[in-house]
């Protein structure tokens, strides 16, 4: 009977079945082996440590979560400080009879690391397994692998650490064989006396499934057949010296390795799935690769007819190392050949090999797997059948069995079977691929500052978030270290290099971790080197928990001081906090240390690559994302600072973007094109946006966004029960739903609830999310696959062809390749969110664009124009006041549709269970089902006022209107008039000279517009004073607004360390002066015009006068339309205010210098443009309408 309880409450119950995650499976382990031990009689504890790294990143919060609930079973969880520390309190947890008395007969260890962690942790692990564990205790060995590097410096794969160190190792396929073989792993340690390693691998520890709760529903038998030999096999001494170490090595190698295998063929763990006894070729698998094959097997056909007459026999191995030999052998009988699929290098193959080698010739099959043949020399050939470098999928796994079972079976059928597979593959090797999601620093990070250096410097990076540098801004962050090496590199290069100085990022969890240990190897070598530790209060990769231990930036000011750094700086985005602070005044007179607020950074930075030795600088600024947790935990009391841009004023140019690197930026299309606006659901108010040298810019308080319509009232409520109840979609068999979208959007919580919903339907269910580092505004999607009751759980990953539903909550990474593989036009339908959500290459890249038509067209052609695509984000903003509500917004359309083979109240029901925003959550899953009702209506519901229009390009007549009156209300009519004059005059040559049409007509228009509407000081003072200024402030915010305008007046503004004017912040009494000076706008161009004898506002009159005349010299001497229609378009390359615009201006006036050389040489010449900065008249009010015609 499926359990009914809150997620949280999931790992408790002992009965039933309940939904739990690979991490959850770990947490429940612990309570299980405690029950089990309480039932036999045996007072037990258990001690949990170990260091977090994806796919074991959210083990530390799973078990945070249940602290009070471990504490009363004598479970205590230690977090260590790093891996191998942590290790050596597991084995410490194993002596605990050799230091004293207790009340405990025992206490079993749990450590858990990332494979890097398992690779630091070699010598911990040696000394582990060769002084034993103890009888009533017990060790398991968590390594978190990460077969693809999907967040790790280099693929992981930790066999091979723990065969070196005598360390037997299980690899569960599932999330049920979590708890199976973890006991199993217990009950080994116990009567083996060896720790055991537990591979967890992110197909496995990700991914979610419905498991049997019961505590006593796996069997651990102690083997009958192995004698334990006098003074036993468990722990005796700590101590490895001399003869007891030898003695401990004999004691592994004769004994304690033998008694493993006895366990494991007592215990079958590695045992025949498949039987097949006619079978001549015969399948070993592990693992992921496991439920892979046994797919593969299903798509070719070979399970259709029973096991009797399956041409394969599957051999399942739990147990990798050591390879247990009597299953195996017994396996091998009567077959001719052995194919051992395994991902990555191999571990099974070779000691099936040797198992194999004494056998006579006819009983000794050949073995295939990383090579087909054996090759004379391997590694100068690589011929790889089960190739070691990739990532194995159940396609690929498909076409090796199909190429070796030719010559066993006919392959015609088989062929077939993999005809409709190559085309898919061909397909969408053959479409046009769309850019990709790239992992990204959150909205606000502090990275997106920290991490930059002056110009001409470089940056070593290291692990963590901020390592994500060397793909954001690649030209200064080189070099990737591991885990406390950060900046060891520099010490073998300086004495060879002609550069005197790096610097160094490292982040404080790392610092605390083994960082410090880098700055003291600094200090001894006393390099010219500045380490900037990036003080975040938070291991934010992988979810924003604390650093294992009390840290802080006084803390970290007097162990550098202590490790002999003489000259420290910190760098905060609230400075006033460590200003006169006396916790930071250093206890040795010849330190220097300096406070400094984040804006100065480039200045320090400078300063410090100046230092003669070894310099740290903290920059201490908040995780944005741990911002954000603590924000919603515990509102503050005074909402904070927002930003607000006025798009009138905006210009587009994408500086504001270039200072923050911030993904809440977002672009606006307006009539007078594309412009920036502030993502308020996904701002985390860092506000480094405001330095972009823009005066569109204003800063807020007193407000928070705005959670309902501003010009309406409340989104007419509706009764749910109003609604038709959809019918079910048809599953007999495997249902299998595919969710993409955004890191950090709520994509997985999707997923999460429609898992939690087919097991409370009594189905067998498998969620896998995949994120790793994607998890940071990256692609992240989910694998969902709902089975009938009591079927067998198969491959988590759905395989090319097979999803019966897309809910593509970002259509770019819907329209990723990993995403059309799994899609087939005559069985997949699709939801879409149409929104477009640019990526963080936006930031860096101010004319970035959606690729929405190929998008589309990909994916309607992928599920044959089953299709449903609505803008769910801006319909789940206006309707709920947050866009995070989208995601079940769409899985309300497609259940609604009939997309799910779920009810409506399961789903509601997994919604209150989840626990997350649950009213919230259900409003916006019942908007979305009444948008696939009627959805019309849930548009006039969300937009009472304004509803959602494209702004599609107009005609050269209405377009002119258009500019007429725009330019009326900028100067006046005859200005409006000159504009209008000049592109009638352009239409009409076109006409008569390029067969009609109006391109360059209307290109003249938007360009010679954008260079006359110029935005001056009064023509911002007048856009200010607009009410649609005041109005769209209404729109986005509740509360009474206190504006702060950021603004860099002439006189007024000193320039910064990088020689641009700095901008000052003035307050709400500025909006009076603006008014004032929007009135006095018709002194424009006038000698009485104080702003017009600057020499911008000159090159901007100037620029009008150069762009007509090179138009004019273009036509009359007959340049061919692209030439034509290329002049005509620079204009939209100016964009900005001051030093921003004047470099748009110098590369535009560079292509327009090469434009007028391609003109015939007879014309061209006259038409060169000025040089920057060429005096222009100041023109009097009736000439500045007309402002340059020449005739006059």
């Avoid at 052995?338 to 050949?366: F, M, T």
């Avoid at 995403?819 to 997949?828: D, E, F, K, Q, V």
């Avoid at 004073?1025 to 007046?1049: K, N």
Wanted: proline share 7%.
């Amino acid at each position: 009977m499926p359990q009914d309880v809150p997620l949280d409450d999931a790992l408790l119950p002992t009965s039933g079945r309940v939904y739990v995650s690979g991490i959850e499976a770990i947490v429940r382990l612990l309570f299980v082996q405690r029950w089990r031990d309480r039932a036999a009689g045996l007072r037990t504890g258990g001690f949990v440590s170990g260091y977090r790294g994806s796919p074991l990143g959210g083990l530390d919060e799973a078990l945070w979560a249940v602290e009070d609930a471990l504490a009363r079973e004598d479970i205590h969880f230690q977090p260590g400080v790093n891996e191998d520390l942590a290790a050596t309190a597991i084995w410490g947890s194993q002596q605990l009879h050799l230091t004293g008395e207790s009340d405990f007969v025992g206490v079993f260890g749990l450590w858990y690391g990332k494979s890097p962690g398992v690779d630091r942790c070699g010598d911990v692990f040696k000394h582990m397994a060769h002084a034993g564990t103890a009888p009533r205790g017990g060790v398991l060995l968590i390594a978190g692998d990460d077969h693809a590097a999907s967040s790790s410096s280099l693929p992981g794969q930790s066999e091979q650490l723990f065969i070196a160190s005598s360390i037997p190792i299980l690899y569960p396929a599932g999330v049920s064989e979590y708890i199976e073989l973890g006991l199993h792993g217990y009950a080994m340690s116990r009567f083996a006396g060896v720790p055991v390693g537990f591979k967890a691998l992110a197909d496995t520890v990700e991914a979610s499934a419905s498991i049997d709760a019961d505590p006593a529903a796996v069997v651990t038998a102690m083997p009958e057949d192995f004698v334990i030999p006098p003074g036993g096999v468990h722990i005796r001494s700590a101590a490895t010296i001399t003869q007891q170490a030898r003695d401990q090595e004999s004691l592994m190698q004769r004994v304690r390795l033998q008694a493993v295998m006895a366990y494991a063929r007592r215990n079958r763990l590695n045992h025949v799935a498949v039987a097949a006894p006619r079978a001549r070729l015969g399948v070993v698998a592990s693992g992921k690769a496991y439920t892979e094959t046994l797919e593969a097997l299903e798509l070719l056909g070979l399970l259709d007819a029973g096991e009797d007459a399956c041409p394969v026999r599957l051999f399942k191995v739990a147990m990798p190392w050591p390879l247990e030999p009597t299953s195996l052998l017994d396996f091998a009988e009567g077959l001719d050949e052995i194919l051992v699929i395994e991902e990555k290098r191999a571990v099974i193959e070779p000691q099936i090999k040797e198992l194999l080698y004494e056998r006579p010739d006819g009983r000794r099959p050949r073995v295939v797997g990383k090579f087909a043949e054996q090759p004379a020399a391997p590694l100068a050939n690589p011929d790889w059948l089960v190739s070691p470098i990739v990532v194995l999928s159940v396609s690929a796994i498909a076409r090796i069995l199909a190429g070796r079972l030719g010559a066993f079976t006919d392959p015609a059928p088989l062929q077939q079977r993999l005809a409709w597979l190559d085309a898919a593959e061909a397909r969408v090797a053959s479409l046009v691929p769309v850019p990709a999601r790239p992992p990204w620093y959150c909205a606000g990070c502090p990275h997106n500052s920290s991490t930059r250096v002056p110009e001409g410097s470089l940056a070593l990076a290291g692990i963590g978030c901020h390592a994500m540098a060397t793909l954001i801004y690649p030209k200064e962050n080189l070099s990737l270290t591991h885990m406390g090496g950060e900046g060891m590199p520099w010490l073998g290069q300086a004495p060879f290099s002609k550069r005197k100085h790096v610097f160094v990022n490292l982040g404080d969890g790392t610092y605390f971790h083994s960082g410090s240990l880098a700055i003291r190897a600094a200090v001894a070598a006393k390099a010219r080197m500045t380490y900037k530790i990036l003080y975040n209060d938070a291991v934010a990769m992988t979810g924003g928990q604390p650093v294992d231990g009390p840290i802080g930036v006084p803390e970290i000011v007097e162990q550098l001081v202590a490790e002999g750094i003489t000259r420290i700086a910190v760098v905060a985005d609230d400075a006033s906090r460590w200003l006169g602070n006396p916790v930071l005044k250093p206890r040795r007179p010849a330190v220097q240390l300096s406070v400094h607020g984040r804006e100065q950074l480039d200045a320090v930075q400078r300063e410090l690559r100046d230092f003669d030795g070894p310099s740290v600088l903290i920059y201490d600024q908040v995780c944005a994302a741990e911002k954000r947790r603590r924000s919603k935990k515990a509102p503050p009391a005074k909402p904070p600072t927002r930003a607000f841009i006025h798009e009138a004023v905006c210009e587009g140019c994408g500086d504001c973007g270039v200072q923050s690197n911030c993904v809440a930026l977002s672009p606006l299309r307006t009539p007078l094109g594309s412009k920036r606006q502030v993502d308020q659901s996904a701002c985390n108010t860092d506000l480094s946006c405001v330095q972009g040298f823009c005066p569109s810019f204003v800063t807020v308080e007193g407000v928070t966004p705005r959670r309902k319509p501003a010009r309406a009232a409340e989104p007419a409520a509706f009764d749910p029960a109003s609604l038709p109840e959809p019918h079910p979609a048809a599953a007999p068999g495997a249902f299998n739903v595919l969710i993409t979208g955004i890191g950090g959007t709520g994509v997985i919580t999707v997923g999460k609830v429609i898992g939690l919903a087919a097991h409370l339907e009594g189905r067998r269910v498998s969620v896998l999310d995949m994120t790793g580092m994607s998890q940071k505004n990256g692609a992240v999607s989910s694998h969902v696959r709902i089975f009938p009751p009591g079927a067998e759980i198969r491959a988590p990953r759905i395989s090319p062809g097979q999803a019966d539903l897309l809910i593509g909550c970002d259509v770019l990474t819907a329209a990723a390749p990993d995403s059309l593989r799994c899609l087939h036009a005559g069985r997949t339908r699709a939801v879409l969110n149409s929104f477009e959500q640019v990526t963080g290459k936006f930031a860096q890249d101010a004319d970035w664009r959606f690729p929405s038509e190929t998008v589309r067209r990909l994916l309607a052609e992928a599920v044959d124009g089953r299709l449903d695509a609505i803008d769910a984000t801006t319909l789940a903003q206006k309707l709920l006041g947050d866009a995070i509500g989208a995601n079940l917004f769409l899985l309300g359309f497609a259940v609604q549709q009939g997309g799910l083979p779920l009810p409506v109240a399961s789903l509601l029901r997994a919604i209150e269970l989840n626990g997350v925003a649950v009213s919230a959550s259900k409003a916006a899953f019942h908007w979305g089902r009444r948008a696939a009702v009627d959805l019309a209506a849930v548009q006039r519901a969300a937009l009472p006022v304004a509803p959602m229009v494209l702004h599609r390009p107009l005609s050269l007549g209405p377009l002119l209107a258009e500019h007429g009156r725009f330019l009326t209300a900028y100067q006046d009519a005859a200005y409006a008039a000159a504009h209008r004059a000049f592109v009638e005059q352009v239409a009409r040559i076109e006409r008569e000279q390029h067969g009609g049409g109006e391109r360059l007509a209307l290109a003249v228009a938007q360009g010679l517009f954008k260079l006359m509407a110029y935005k001056d000081e009064y023509e911002v003072a007048r856009l200010y004073s607009l009410p649609d200024f005041r109005a769209r402030l209404a729109e986005t915010f509740e509360g009474r607004p206190r504006l702060s305008f950021h603004l860099a007046p002439p006189l007024l503004a000193r320039p910064g360390p990088d020689g641009r004017p700095r901008k000052i912040r003035l307050g709400g009494w500025v909006e009076g002066v603006m008014r004032g000076l929007a009135r006095l706008r018709r002194l424009r161009g006038t000698v009485l015009d104080p702003f017009g004898y600057s020499a911008e506002r000159r090159e901007e009159r100037q620029l009008i006068v150069d762009y007509r005349h090179s138009i004019e010299q273009a036509l009359a001497c007959g340049a061919d339309f692209d030439t034509l229609l290329a002049l005509a378009r620079l204009p939209e390359r100016i964009r900005g205010f001051g030093p921003v615009k004047q470099a748009a201006l110098r590369e535009a006036r560079a292509e327009w210098a090469r434009l007028l050389a391609s003109l015939p040489p007879a014309q061209g010449g006259s038409a060169s443009p000025p040089a920057a900065g060429s005096p222009a008249r100041p023109l009097a009010p009736a000439v500045a309408a007309s402002v340059a015609i020449e005739a006059a």
